[in-house]
C-alpha cells in the first residue's frame, strides 16, 4: 500500500513558478504509473500529468502542456510538478495518486493560490 504526501503549494503572483512534492511510502511506489491531479473551487478534480514507471513517458492536460513537468525519483520514493508561468486559474487544491487514481489514495493535498 503507498501513502502520499504532497507538499510545496503557497500563493503567488501570476507568472511565478512553484515545484510541488509527493512524497510515497512504501516499497512499491516504483511499480505505479503516478500522476498529479487538482480540484479548483466548485469544479470536479481533474487530471493534469502523469508519468511513467521508469519516467521514459509524460501527459500533459492541455491546459498545462509547456508549463508544468512532471518529474520523479524512485530512489526517494517522491514525485514532483515544475509549475511555471503560473495562472490565476491553477489555482486549485494539487493531489498526486497512482494513475489511474485510488479511492484510498487520494491524501489531502496542497493548495496552490495565483493572484492576477
Known amino acids: 500500500q503507498v501513502q502520499l504526501v504532497e507538499s510545496g503549494g503557497g500563493l503567488v503572483q501570476a507568472g511565478d513558478s512553484l515545484r510541488l512534492s509527493c512524497a510515497a511510502s512504501g516499497r512499491t511506489f516504483s511499480w505505479f504509473t503516478m500522476g498529479w491531479y487538482r480540484q479548483a473551487p466548485g469544479k470536479e478534480r481533474e487530471f493534469v500529468a502523469t508519468i511513467s514507471v521508469n519516467g521514459g513517458s509524460t501527459h500533459y492536460a492541455d491546459s498545462v502542456k509547456g508549463r508544468f513537468t512532471i518529474s520523479r525519483d524512485n530512489e526517494e520514493n517522491t514525485v514532483y510538478l515544475q509549475m511555471n508561468s503560473l495562472k490565476p486559474e491553477d489555482t486549485a487544491i494539487y493531489y498526486c495518486?497512482?494513475?489511474?487514481?485510488?479511492?484510498?489514495?487520494w491524501g489531502q493535498g496542497t493548495q496552490v493560490t495565483v493572484s492576477s
Open positions: 495518486n497512482t494513475h489511474p487514481p485510488r479511492p484510498a489514495g
